[in-house]
């Protein structure tokens, strides 16, 4: 049998959705080859003169590594001249980045987190690319970045698709065009993504959790008795022994969810209060929501379901709960008391 490319996969009927609009295939197979070239980079490692620190700071005060930078425009280069997109967004990028008036201009926008994990780079651990792509709302001002602003403001459940790129000893494409969760490997030697496995889905219940035990001491109550409940394993409430795991890059904590399930933690803590939580909305919550929804899962803030979130700004930070659904739903419920 025809090895089934993504190229193939986005051609083919889609249960709920018929056929994927062109563009939007389009969209998808530019975002996939960009991710080609990022894996292509990031296995060059210290040859290829891409580890370390690039000298800059992003929008979020944090320090961007040559390999965020690098991602970035990579992404932008990769999607700006096809005619699919009419603004891009980034982790990296104060204001969205406008297609160039010398480019036609498409119905839909892009947000990316062009390289999560960044702590991971240069120690060799699994990193990663988030994406979302969004309808571009028909009225939306696009005469300068700060005006375009407005037209990413759209709550998770508009995202017409999502994925992540997991750079890993494998490099996969986990993607979703609303129609379940499916999963590409890079053959490397091809230069293509194979579709290696179809209808993802999270084990509702699991014994695996993930959380930065570091700040413990600043999460909510919810959090600290949910943990404690779990640390207590057999002998405690919920009746039965967990493991903890936290790679610190959220696409490879994710992955494993997808893959055997578990609950992902980067909750409300008192230190983050004033930014509203950790992970950014537009490019690592709200994608990585709409996945784990497509695949059964639940993803909470810990007090309402994430893709329901009206956003507020680009760079909104929120608290992020997702995984097996009896697990959040429990932890969820925690926070209702
Ligand atoms: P980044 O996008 O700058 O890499 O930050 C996001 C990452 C997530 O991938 C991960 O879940 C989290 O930050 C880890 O945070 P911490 O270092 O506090 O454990
Ligand atoms: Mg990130």
């Not at 950790?278 to 909470?300: D, H, S, V, W």
């Not at 429990?330 to 926070?335: C, D, I, K």
Request: aromatic share 6%; net charge negative; with cysteine.
């Amino acid at each position: 049998m025809a090895q089934r490319t993504l190229a193939r996969y986005l051609t083919e009927e889609h249960r709920n959705k018929g056929r994927i609009p062109a563009n939007l295939k389009f969209l998808i197979e530019v975002v996939a080859r960009a991710c080609q070239a990022i894996s292509i980079a990031i296995g060059k490692g210290g040859l290829g003169g891409v580890l370390g620190e690039a000298g800059s700071d992003n929008i979020q005060g944090e320090a961007q590594k040559k390999l965020d930078v690098l991602s970035n425009e990579i992404l932008l280069e990769a999607n700006e001249w096809g005619g699919h997109l009419a603004a891009m967004a980034s982790e990296e990028m104060d204001l969205p980045h406008l297609v160039p008036h010398r480019f036609p201009k498409g119905e839909y926008l892009l947000t990316f987190d062009p390289l999560d994990g960044s702590s991971n780079i240069d120690v060799n651990v699994s990193i990663g690319t988030i994406f979302s792509v969004l309808k571009c709302p028909d009225n939306a001002d696009l005469s300068t970045p700060e005006a375009a602003e407005q037209a990413f403001l759209q709550p998770g459940t508009a995202q017409v698709a999502a994925g992540y790129a997991v750079y890993g000893p494998t490099t996969l494409l986990v993607l979703s065009v609303g129609d379940g969760v499916v999963v590409f490997t890079l053959d490397r030697e091809q230069g293509q993504f194979v579709l290696t496995q179809e209808n993802v889905q999270i084990p509702a219940d699991t014994k695996e959790f993930a959380i930065n035990m570091s700040n413990q001491r600043f999460w909510e109550a919810p959090v600290q008795r949910y943990v404690a409940e779990m640390v207590a394993g057999k002998g405690g409430p919920l009746g039965k022994d967990y493991n903890m795991r936290w790679v610190a890059s959220m696409v490879a904590d994710v992955h494993r969810i997808m893959t055997r399930g578990g609950i992902f933690m980067y909750p409300m803590d008192s230190k983050m209060q004033a930014q509203g939580g950790k992970l950014r909305l537009m490019y690592e919550a709200n994608p990585m929501a709409f996945l784990i929804e497509q695949a059964g899962g639940r993803a909470t803030t810990g007090r309402r379901r994430i893709l329901d979130i009206a956003p507020e700004k680009l760079h909104q930070r929120v608290p992020v709960i997702l995984g097996s659904r009896n697990e959040v739903d429990r932890v969820t419920g925690y926070h209702d008391n």
